[in-house]
């Protein structure tokens, strides 16, 4: 009879750390077939690379649009609508080089800048649009706003820029972790509030429109998360674990939560931790200009950065779904840890 009794005792010990084990371990956001669809819709031919203003991108953000109504997100738009639309201003070159574009991406601004110098080249307005998404919190008067830019480079000389890690990678990501929040019916502290931003490769102009344009509406905002480029890695990156977090310097509680996040992965990302301060290179820019935390998600420079190769085919879907783990987990500690006040 002791020897069943000892046998029972084992057991337990035995499958209590099993348990541990297992509890522990991080679960998926979304199921990964969910967010590699929306990846490889988004940079399908049918978007035409999503430049800012075409027909590609419209049909982008009505899709974003339609994702964000069927997942029950609530609009956070203009006129209770998805969409903030804006208009963007752009210099035409007069006598565009033989193959070059009669536009440049560096010849865009928002309309009412008062920093145009080039103002003697011809010009030309084109309409725009960011689309928004709100999961309201038990506390209104503070927000965490999620974005990431679902424009792209459009086509050049007729060939598309598909841009399927440059940006749909970072847009499907938003989506999902949104999803997460609804499906299970929790509500957040704080206003969750997603962003799908425009002309990110024109100088980050869609969430530059947003900071300029919020007002008192989002409340406080406690934080900016930004994902530009989740689901490739570098060519260097052997283990295809690296991973680019920026922030603020006086940050430390933000990458503290990532490091401790990240021991719970059976196969721990590499950090590459760097300081946003004074860089331009994706949307985080206003929101860290104004003063606000931020930390952005990148997965590394792949040898199809801005190329026609950045197709949907080549996607990592486990090191995106642990990306989107990691992004989830940090945004509840920073609900929990009542950040910011
Ligand atoms: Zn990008």
Redesign the pocket.
């Known amino acids: 009879m002791l020897r069943y009794f000892y046998l029972l005792l084992a057991f337990l010990q035995f499958h209590q750390a099993l348990s541990a084990q297992y509890l522990n371990k991080p679960s998926p956001v979304d199921k990964p077939e969910n967010f590699a669809a929306v990846v490889t819709f988004l940079s399908s031919g049918y978007m035409e690379g999503r430049e800012a203003g075409s027909r590609g991108a419209s049909l982008g953000s009505d899709f974003i649009a339609l994702m964000m109504q069927i997942n029950g997100i609530d609009p956070f738009g203009d006129r209770k609508s998805w969409f903030q639309d804006f208009k963007l201003i752009r210099f035409r070159n007069e006598k565009p080089e033989p193959g070059e574009s009669e536009y440049n991406d560096s010849d865009y601004f928002l309309e009412g800048d008062t920093t145009i110098t080039n103002a003697s080249q011809l010009i030309d307005t084109l309409p725009v649009r960011n689309v928004i998404g709100i999961i309201p919190g038990n506390d209104t008067s503070k927000s965490i706003v999620i974005g990431a ?1 679902y424009d ?1 480079l459009g086509m050049r000389n007729g060939l598309i820029f598909y ?1 399927a890690d ?2 749909a990678s ?1 847009v499907a990501g938003m989506l999902s972790l949104a999803k997460k929040w609804v499906s299970s019916g929790e509500k957040p502290q704080y206003n969750l509030i997603f962003c799908a931003w425009t002309a ?2 024109k100088g980050q102009l869609g969430s530059s429109y947003f900071v300029r344009n919020m007002g008192t509406k989002t409340g406080k905002v406690l934080i900016c998360f930004n994902m ?2 989740i689901s490739r890695s570098a060519p260097e990156d052997t283990t295809g674990r690296q991973i680019s977090i920026g922030t603020l310097p006086f940050s430390e509680d933000l990458r503290l939560m990532a490091k401790e996040i990240n021991l719970r992965f059976e196969r721990p990302f590499e950090f590459d931790l760097w300081d946003v301060t004074g860089h331009t ?2 949307d985080y820019r206003f929101f860290s200009e104004a003063g606000i935390p931020v930390m952005t998600f990148f997965s590394g420079y792949n040898s199809d950065y801005h190329t026609t190769a950045d197709t949907s085919d080549k996607i990592d879907l486990r090191k995106m779904s642990d990306i989107l783990i990691l992004v989830d987990e940090i945004i509840r500690k920073v609900l929990r840890n009542s950040y910011g006040n």
């Open positions: 830019h792209h841009g440059d940006n970072g990110e490769e530009d480029m290179g994706s």
